[in-house]
């Protein structure tokens, strides 16, 4: 492949070709779909306050979240294509209560789609990145049921998200490895700009939400206040930490330059085992960062192993280069099993996890 020269379809074509012969062409075809739908919601974007669509709704989706305009926008164009376009038998939203069947089903409907229409949807109104999130399984033969959607990650077909900033990137993994496409607005087309991304194993970089920190586990805390801690602590160099509040953007700057995200378990509600979508959000991005070669953990296994309950399933997330997502994990084993010691930091002093 020719960087910068080769477009999406032209891509698509031979690594299904090569690696998805069941599928055949039906899968490529349905991801340029997904291109097309991402397309339209890069214009709409890209036109901010021109085009009359900031702002919220009265209305709330099913996890009572206030609804914005392009949410809702969003999620219409992807279900207008979906319907369209003749692939898919059915398709979840995480704009939607439930999964909603295409009927008549097509005779070449051969997959079902999951999807977070515009994930960082808060970031809207004020001019920062958003994305949109995708995960395409296998249809049953027959009428989808609720438990055809409720496969684990690692049965995916394909996955990838949609980032609109600066440049509109569509970057995706059809189980061989992960690959960056730009839209060139002059032609409309992606094209190939980033092959073979790999995150750095080990980083310097980390992106959490640190105003829950008083809600975190005790292996969570440790670890971010050993990275704050610098290179006076038991890590020995400093850490940056970033926070953009749109997972989409979050995870797309460690699949650039490498990072851990962490969205982890806390007690800030109870009735919540973690606050991303296990779905539409944290299977997709998951079988993205590890085939760049990163890791994607709950803390106490591996995300995409996860058996789904429930279509709107919520989970803890912690992504990104494989030797900093490891020691997380390490920090939650020995926590469950009693056995993590006492740890220094000049920032924090001799504690142990247990001692009040």
């Not at 910068?4 to 891509?11: A, D, E």
């Not at 909603?100 to 949807?121: K, Q």
């Not at 970033?242 to 997972?247: D, F, Q, T, V």
């Amino acid at each position: 492949m020719h960087l910068g020269r080769t477009t999406l379809s032209k891509f698509l074509i031979q690594q299904v070709r090569e690696h998805h012969a069941e599928e055949g062409a039906g899968l490529a075809a349905l991801l340029v779909d997904i291109a097309a739908a991402v397309k339209a919601i890069s214009a709409m974007t890209a036109k901010g306050a021109l085009a009359g669509i900031l702002g919220s709704l009265e209305s709330q989706n099913v996890q009572g979240e206030t609804q914005k305009k392009l949410d809702v926008l969003s999620d219409q164009a992807f279900i207008n294509t979906f319907q369209l376009g003749g692939l898919v038998a059915g398709l979840a939203s995480e704009e939607n209560d439930d999964p909603i069947a295409v009927e008549p089903r097509p005779a070449c409907a051969n997959f079902l789609t999951l999807f977070d229409p515009l994930d960082g949807s808060s970031n809207i109104d004020v001019n920062v990145s958003v994305g949109s999130i995708f995960s395409v399984v296998r249809a049953p033969k027959g009428k989808p049921s609720l438990q055809d959607y409720l496969v684990p990650g690692d049965q995916q077909l394909a996955a990838g998200y949609a980032i609109y900033g600066p440049s509109t990137m569509l970057v995706l993994t059809v189980g061989q490895g992960t690959h960056g496409f730009t839209l060139d607005r002059e032609v409309g087309n992606f094209i190939l700009t980033h092959p073979n991304i790999q995150i750095p194993a080990s980083t310097s970089e980390f992106a959490i939400n640190t105003s829950n920190e008083r809600f975190w586990e005790p292996p969570v805390q440790r670890y971010v206040e050993e990275c704050k801690a610098g290179k006076t602590g038991v890590r020995g160099r400093d850490f940056n930490m970033r926070w953009i509040a749109s997972m989409v953007a979050d995870v797309h700057r460690i699949l650039m330059r490498g990072g851990v995200f962490m969205y982890p378990k806390d007690t800030k509600d109870p009735s919540k085992p973690g606050r991303l979508r296990l779905m539409y959000e944290a299977n997709p991005m998951s079988m993205v960062i590890e085939q760049a070669g990163g890791a994607a953990s709950t803390g106490r296994g591996r995300i995409l192993e996860v058996k789904p309950e429930q279509i709107h399933q919520r989970i803890p997330v912690i992504v990104g280069s494989r030797e900093e997502v490891e020691r997380v994990a390490k920090y939650h084993d020995e926590y469950d099993k009693g056995e993590d010691k006492a740890y220094s930091s000049p920032l924090f002093k001799e504690r142990s996890l247990f001692q009040n």
